[in-house]
């Protein structure tokens, strides 16, 4: 017997038409990538975008296509987001930190139709386009007066383009489960993996990540994605804020603490989101200029660990909530929160820190498991690791062209490829990745531990920990360590420094310093290269 | 193209494995019938859901099999719906207060198959429950101690009968759009039409309400949902708290003001909910006592009108805040909230109750549009008045058996068969009832509006108008007045009251006394006894 409700399929466009009569002077506040800010609101953002859906069509794009987009954060981007979304196509974020031929590759990978690109990516984006075959078009995000000189195919500017379009057009009507947007994981080994988001996913985490323990959006806040769109999709803000009509603020392409600190002030943001990395900016900019956050109530960290410091530094020095969070492209994106539970709100000093070091638990939405290599369920004692393993209604079944199938198990969970304990609490605490956890004997060296327990030293700038084969134990951890400029710290000053404060057993068998450690082009250490490059190292203890 | 994301169907047992996994210490407190306060978890709750389930089906009780209840809030109800949805069954809640020929006639359509009932009730029950054919087993909701004699068929008592399950069941895998719960509206004329809930419509319903903009339910929150669970799905608490995973606190039986305070006060409720009878109920037993609500900060009020001055009494005397909000048995049931918008948020004084008086505005998953006679769509200007017509992922698409085809229209929009206008702001306010709004020459009259104004008299008891035929004007007003005692207030008095605060043409053309008002068992005014009543009437204008 079914019930008797109505088919009201989750939409992507449904949040813009909400958004536009319930919400429709609600500003959208643009750091522009010519310069001045602009200002919309979510009534233009539906009339461009219904502009833009209808303008894709008369150019031949159909349902399901590709559509490219290289572009920071601003309302241009968003309308393209909803333009695409609502003629049945497929927004495709590329990440312009990639090196060029991982995003030609990614780009033939996707067959994307056309590109949306803003100025700053022009330069690369000449370079490489002609690699791509199937991109017919190519449309920059700006007006007839800043457009450049370009040997793109059909390349117009933004403005132009759209202008010719009268926005006399109905949304696509859709299968919620139709593709609505792609991103690609840029994994440290293997070609990049193709996650394809669906209508109904974008919708069910937008509600999930508004909700009060989650992100708690509310029509009366100003929440300012720093986060990129092409980031993870933007952390699901892009869907989240027209959908509860917060005000939004774009950030353009300055991502610097003062035009970050700029941004937070004048628009009185409440809420805001990035990476650890871009708050150090932010934090190191107040302190230089003795500025405060009298606006901002609550920051979402998340992309890796959010360190104790910062949560401190946030919390005491400028009364700004942390929510430590973690996701993963593949959970579109967000997967735990760390938000109070009741029997924690009350916690104060450094026992409120140690439950905010943890990323949090899961909302309704997202189930999570701990599993031993057998598949076994571990306990969540806050203590017994093991590989982290998601569902959820917003969690990738496959990836594209049916790439990492290993990946999936036959009871729909998701191997995250993280290492993690959950405490009683049901608070999950990342502590590696599963490719770069030590086996040694049997047991779990967690990498990430041993590297943060060594940049804890006062003279170490880096730290990487990898396993290096053992003829007893399989695998023992070595420490390759960046020195700080004109420090001479010793092998055996770190190995005891770093004694009596891991279980013994998992103390680095061996110590080397070198004077870089390699990284992705995002930043993350390239264990992969480091493995390699100590594929034959001769452990003392061996 | 389709998205790459799990399926992970929308079940109303996911949100109990959900509050078990993530807060399955967090208590849930009755009232029992007993008499006794019983403290539970929502790691009980789901484990005796289980073996509710599993004991259903031990009873032959098959997928699809409408169950009904007929009790007050307490953990056991609780159980009852989701073992019943847990084993594929329906939940069908029957409301007491509804004469029992009704309550047959509802039984018999529903082809209920069993009966949870509380103690309260077994008097009614023994009387009725023969003249319902297809119920093969009744549940009294006691343990073996308090089980009453009786001779309903295969009667046990539920502790008993529950206690010989071992829970070790697996939820029913379900389609997400499988009925999960029946609930029939008792209109004030023909009758009662069946709304059937789906899953999915009860799990995206809980997640829209638990929105901060919507009532705002936290883990930390206490709720206490004094709306029972047989009126309008509990207006969605029972699953929205489980969800969220707020402490629950169950009134039972109890509705009294001194009962209702017990609770919040040695409970620290903090979001409460219910009809506006019940809390002039409370404010009295607070005004006689001096009580104060030092943790409740949230009170939701719905099922009719909020008066102007309640809300200023829970905001101004005990500073919490009113949330006014509007649905339907057949939306779920929410529709509106009344939530501050950025724009409202800083107003005080009348100028915030003004906002606060309407029933507010459509959260994401509900539109909602007023048109005239002809569907023609109305202005949102807060003035112009029409037929409420909403659509949304919770909102009736028909009726069981196929009652009620003409209030779905071709698109998708139900007629709520209230009239309304809906302001530049998106806020809504009804003011009437379609069947009771007078149609003077083609102009619409609220019959509401009338009798606020009419009772707004302090020799006023109770006062309703109805449309009485006309020569001219097709239909005039009559107002129907009961005075209070010992008032001797005169027709001319009346009317001279209430001039100028109308327009004109508004007035009634006669007034007239009587001793006492028909009620339907809900208690709202019979106007359709009154229109039989005063069918011939003879208007001094006509």
Redesign the interface.
Known sequence: ????????P?SCH??L??AE???GN?EIVSRSVEGPIVRTSYRELRERALKLAQRLERDGFR??DRIATLAWNTARHLEAWYGIMGMGG?YHTLNPRLFPDQVVWIMNHAEDQALFVDLTFMPIVEKYCGAVGSVRRVIVLTDAEHMPETSLPQAVSYEEWLGEADGDYQWKAL?E????GMCYTSGTTGDPKG???????NV?HA??I????AM?????DTVMPVVPMFHANCWGLAQATP???A?LVMPGSRMDGASIYELLDTEKVTVTAAVPTLWLMLLQHLEETGKKLPYLKKVLIGGSACPRAMTRKFQDDYDVEVIHAWGMTEM?PVGTLGT???QY?DLEGEARLDVKEKQG??P??V?MKVTDDENRELDWDGKTFGRLKV??????????GGAGKEQFDED?W?DTGDVAHIDAG?YMQITDRAKDVIKSGGEWISSIELENLAVGHPDIAEAAVIGVPHSRWAERPLLIVVRKAGREISRDDLLSFMNGKVPKWWLPDDVTFVSEIPHTATGKILKSALRRQFRDYKLPTD
């Open positions: 017997m079914l019930g008797l409700m109505q088919e009201w989750l449904k949040i038409d909400h009569r319930q919400h609600r349902e399901g497929v299968d489960h139709a593709a609505a996650v394809v988001y669906s209508h109904r996913a069910l509600m999930m508004a909700m009060p323990d708690g959006l509310s029509s009366r959908m509860v009509g005000k579109t109070m539970k009741p709100m638990y899961a309704f939405g189930e569902r959820g209604f917003a969690v990738a079944a496959s990836y594209y729909g998701f049901g």
